[in-house]
């Protein structure tokens, strides 16, 4: 079935409803290496919590999918690009992304804090302060969110 992940967007950046409308997009501008590294573990198929941060509250708003493998960020070699970094190359790229595709809207956000107090969820990473941007989900505690939140995974 895949691995599961949460990724986090600002909804003033791009929010659930902007996927909805594009279909799929790129999840380009990671700029912390671990989160990078999590993004080249990715498959096709795996499922995603979308997760709109920096939001009051900040929380699961939807459902998406995986839908390329890792590729450069190509942004990062755009002189003058909000994601540009010296650093990186065609060559010796430094930073990739992956592609998503929507998958639902769900019916009620989580919030951080429900996402705290549920049983289950104790060891999601996003609960433990984590500013981690793309962050892995296990099946369970992605099973526990989509039913928090009234959909169907």
Same mark, same amino acid.
């Given at each position: ?30 700029? @912390? $290496? ?19 941060? @920096? ?27 909000? $994601? ?38 104790? @060891? ?30």
């Amino acid at each position: 079935m895949g691995r599961c992940w949460l990724m986090k967007s600002e909804p003033d950046v791009y929010s659930i409803a902007d996927l909805e409308r594009d279909g799929s997009t790129c999840w380009e501008g990671v700029r @912390n $290496y671990q989160a990078r590294n999590l993004m080249r573990e990715m498959e096709i198929g795996d499922r995603v919590l979308f997760y709109h941060s @920096n939001a009051k509250p900040p929380g699961v708003v939807g459902l998406a999918r995986v839908c390329r493998l890792a590729y450069p960020d190509h942004f990062s070699w755009e002189e003058g690009h909000k $994601y540009f970094d010296p650093k990186s190359t065609p060559d010796s790229p430094r930073w990739w992304m992956v592609d998503v595709e929507y998958v639902d809207t769900l019916p009620r956000m989580v919030a951080l804090n429900e996402l705290k107090e549920e049983p289950g969820l104790e @060891n999601m990473v996003v609960t433990r302060r984590s500013r981690l941007s793309v962050q892995p989900v296990t099946d369970d505690e992605y099973e526990i969110v989509v039913r928090m939140g009234g959909g169907r995974s």
